[in-house]
């Protein structure tokens, strides 16, 4: 299948929410399948950080203003996409027992800026956008858990499509 940026950024941005989501929910496990495993780690990390101090990050009217490819290179056997993506939302964290804002501001909307990266194996086996379940053979959306639904097996981006392996918040 051809590379189409304009499919390819409408998963980032897509990818880049559902992360937030994950986050503000306590739900990784939504995510695992489109992320690297040293960015879930990381996420995890930053969740338990969380859980320790009896907080949850909150993220509100989340959108992405402005998300362009920055760089396109091949590697081994690997193409890797870096992603400057502008998101706009409120954020703040509230404690979980009292919902008291510990920090941050649940009014006002800031603008931060981040580096995506994105790999996608060349040997990765090539699906259209109908994909099947490697366990059962069902339809599988990816887009959602990554868990298929009929037979439990977590479908792995990494050996079909780019998955994010590194996110750097710009100053």
Do not use: W
């Not at 990784?28 to 859980?51: C, M, N, P, R």
């Not at 320790?52 to 690997?78: A, D, L, P």
């Not at 040997?123 to 099947?132: A, E, M, P």
């Amino acid at each position: 299948m051809e590379f189409e940026e304009s499919r390819f950024m409408a998963y980032v941005d897509n990818v880049f929410i559902k992360i937030l989501h994950a986050i503000m929910f306590h739900k990784l496990e939504t995510i695992d399948h489109f992320v690297g495993d040293e960015v879930y780690q990381s996420l995890i990390a930053k969740l338990e950080e969380l859980d320790q101090k009896c907080v949850v990050q909150m993220y509100e009217m989340t959108n992405v203003k402005e998300s362009k490819i920055v760089e396109r290179k091949n590697i081994e056997n690997k193409s890797i996409i870096e992603v400057q993506l502008t998101a706009r939302y409120i954020r703040y964290v509230m404690n979980k027992n009292t919902n008291e804002i510990v920090s941050g501001n649940d009014e006002r909307r800031v603008e931060k800026s981040y580096l995506l990266t994105f790999e996608k194996q060349y040997s990765g086996k090539k699906q259209g956008i109908s994909r099947k379940c490697p366990g059962c053979g069902s339809n599988i959306d990816a887009n959602d858990t990554g868990k298929c639904k009929y037979c439990g097996t977590i479908y792995d981006l990494e050996n079909f499509d780019y998955i994010l392996t590194n996110i750097k918040e710009l100053i």
